[in-house]
């Protein structure tokens, strides 16, 4: 917002609230897009309620007629009061500029504000008491669901579990749970040097009793100062969210959240002593006694130590040394291979292609960026660093940030694992090169490749054959599917489109070329639109040949676009090409094979029992020797005397196209085929195969 001169009084009186706020108020450098909004939301609000008057006209009485037409309307009363304190902060800014408001123009209200009398409302809140039995389901069982946040250097269970024993132990406000540093803690002597961050009340040494002791010992570490890492500082839905999945998997409801674990706190300190839920949530206390003269951290340790626990909270120490006596235990029972010393890739082990690699002979599908990274890990021989890692996902036209490889590189580490069956082993470690950390290299235990090996052994024929590029010339494409070999395949619409774009491709097509060719053939589809059609045509050819590979996969980048591909396994489609019918060819239409009269209708010395009406169409059809307009077909038949209505000539079609199915034993062959498009409307062509007498 821009500030403008000096407004003068006349001008400022004429302004309505909203007209004033938007030019003088509201100011974008300092209030959030957020804020703004809600105060938008409030002007909304009053003007329904008051008519809208303009500042020279607000006055007390315009704010009690606001206050009955909201109780008249039903609204609460922390809404009511929540829109006159937003109104009444922008009437300040129009008020006389005082010590307490120093912001003020002087342009209106220079004897006093308008006053409202606050709307008392009933509350509604009861402050809710989570069950012992409750918070031990909510650490034992619904702690364990939540992956996030990652990159902890403990597992992330022990950090859910931990933030529930000190929020229970303590009382912590949220946010004082987040800035909570480790050089606060006093582990010797089980005490927390703490000031509330909203009341700025300091206890001397807040008391920690053992079952916090012992929870934070887990998690002690020296990556982050912070003691649960700063990972939810911002709150907002995500947190609410892992809430609300941890009460589901604990068989929770309604769902546990900070405030009503400190709530249920301060409810176990008040049931041992009097106003002990006060002293452990450190409420501000501003009498002179309480602030100058009283030290309770004697009687705050003795609340501490003697609260109830849930048995949950005891057990967790119980079931992690458990969890490291079995830990142990299964350490010694380790075979040979689990101590295998990790080698560099040897080059010739593996073959990449643009649909994957394979292996050792194992069949591997990988696409995108990951191939990119592997090929040039496993081609380079040594350790290759975030710089030149970056140059070659650029080089192969993929737009990323240095910020986003070592991204990529950990998605590849997960894939790989998954792939060659290496559990917890780290095939891309992160290596010094020149003595600085950063650079990436790949390191595969003995075991896998034995493994691997085996694979090989035993993989079926199809799962070690690579997917190659369609051949062309064994494709022919048809109105109702294609034929590969001779052996005919159903399919239709769009996605026979987009199939017949890609097998008749020489090289690699974009969303967009696809989209392009899509509306030159008349299909006005967005790119969403186009997507989704590659996605229903990929699941096709999964289902109809039995895949197990991706067909259509991305082949890189080019124009700042995905390039995409199919890419076929032969002995997929000749099995799937079993037991399917021959494709038959279409006989050209030779006008002289039809003879058309009043009464009847011959092809081929055989006569055809049609109606007057399916005898005009059908001689149109053949007249034509093509596809036929509808609209000229049903020009043809009014000239005939026949008026059919554009909505009624599918139905007479259809009509036709049964009884030259019935006449001509065709079977389930399509005598008239429709070409649907959308631009040049419905067409009709005649299609008789070879071979019928």
Not at 575 to 598: H, L, P, T, Y
Request: some cysteine; hydrophobic content about 40%; overall charge positive.
């Amino acid at each position: 917002m821009k500030w403008r001169k000096q407004p003068t009084v006349n001008r400022v009186r004429g302004m309505t609230v909203r007209e004033f706020a938007e030019e003088y108020y509201f100011d974008s450098r300092h209030q959030t897009a957020n804020t703004i909004r809600s105060r938008r939301h409030d002007l909304n609000r009053w003007e329904r309620m008051t008519g809208d008057p303009v500042l020279g006209e607000i006055d007390s009485a315009v704010a009690d007629q606001y206050r009955s037409a909201c109780l008249d309307a039903g609204l609460a009363a922390r809404t009511i009061n929540q829109t006159w304190r937003e109104i009444r902060a922008i009437l300040r800014r129009a008020a006389s500029p005082t010590d307490t408001n120093p912001r003020g123009l002087g342009m209106a209200f220079r004897d006093r504000l308008p006053w409202m009398e606050p709307v008392k409302g009933p509350c509604v809140r009861t402050p809710r008491r989570i069950t012992l039995e409750e918070m031990s389901r909510v650490y034992v069982h619904g702690c364990k669901v939540i992956q996030s946040p990652r990159s902890l250097p403990y597992p992330v269970v022990d950090f859910w579990r931990t933030l529930c024993v000190v929020a229970w132990c303590t009382g912590l406000r949220r946010d004082d749970l987040w800035r909570l540093r480790w050089d606060q803690i006093d582990f010797e002597n089980g005490t927390l040097d703490f000031t509330a961050g909203k009341t700025q009340k300091r206890s001397a040494l807040f008391p920690l009793n053992a079952a916090a002791l012992a929870h934070l010992s887990r998690i002690r570490n020296d990556v982050n100062p912070l003691v649960f890492c700063g990972a939810y500082a911002s709150g907002g839905g995500r947190l609410s969210r892992h809430w609300r999945k941890i009460s589901a998997a604990a068989d929770v409801a309604p769902h546990v959240t900070l405030q009503q674990i400190r709530e249920s706190a301060a409810s176990e300190a008040t049931r041992i002593r009097s106003g002990g839920g006060a002293l452990l949530l450190q409420h501000a206390d501003n009498s002179v006694t309480g602030r100058y003269y009283l030290q309770m951290a004697e009687e705050l340790r003795e609340i501490v130590d003697e609260m109830r626990l849930p048995v949950g909270f005891a057990s967790g120490v119980k079931m992690r040394t458990r969890n490291d006596r079995e830990r142990q235990a299964a350490a010694v029972s380790l075979r040979a291979h689990d101590f295998d010393m990790p080698t560099s890739p040897v080059a010739a082990d593996w073959v990449f292609s643009e649909y994957g690699f394979a292996y050792r002979g194992a069949l591997f599908s990988l696409t995108g960026k990951r191939l990119v990274l592997l090929r040039a890990l496993v081609t380079s021989g040594d350790a290759l660093s975030v710089a030149e890692l970056l140059r070659v996902l650029q080089d192969a036209g993929y737009a990323v940030k240095e910020s986003q490889v070592s991204v990529e590189v950990s998605q590849l580490r997960r894939t790989l694992c998954s792939m060659l069956g290496l559990d917890q082993w780290n095939p891309i470690p992160n290596v010094k090169q020149n003595g600085c950390p950063g650079a990436y290299a790949i390191r595969i235990p003995e075991f896998a490749l034995k493994n691997a090996a085996e694979r090989e052994a035993t993989a079926a024929p199809v799962g070690r054959e690579v997917p190659v590029a369609p051949d062309p010339d064994e494709w022919e494409f048809l109105e109702q599917g294609f034929a590969w070999r001779g052996r005919l395949f159903r399919l239709t619409g769009v996605p026979l489109w987009i199939l017949r774009a890609f097998v008749t491709a020489d090289d690699s097509l974009s969303m967009s070329a696809l989209m392009s060719g899509l509306q030159s053939e008349g299909y006005k589809l967005t790119i969403g639109q186009t997507q989704s059609s590659v996605s229903d045509l990929r699941k096709w050819l999964r289902d109809s040949l039995a895949l197990e590979h991706d067909p259509i996969i991305c082949t890189g980048r080019s124009g700042g676009e995905n390039q995409f591909a199919v890419r076929l396994s032969e002995s997929a489609l000749m099995q799937a090409a079993k037991g399917r019918k021959r494709m038959k060819k279409v006989a050209a239409i030779n006008r002289a094979d039809w003879v058309f009269s009043a009464e009847s209708v011959t092809y081929r010395q055989r006569v055809l029992p049609l109606s007057p009406l399916q005898s005009v169409l059908l001689s149109v059809l053949v007249d034509a020797g093509g596809p036929v307009a509808a609209g000229q077909v049903l020009k043809s038949l009014k000239a005939e005397g026949f008026g059919t209505k554009p909505e009624q000539l599918s139905n007479r079609i259809s009509g036709l196209r049964q009884e030259l199915r019935r006449s001509l034993k065709l079977g389930n062959w399509n005598p008239v085929v429709c070409r649907n498009r959308k631009s040049a409307g419905c067409q009709y062509v005649l299609q008789i195969p070879s071979g019928v007498a």
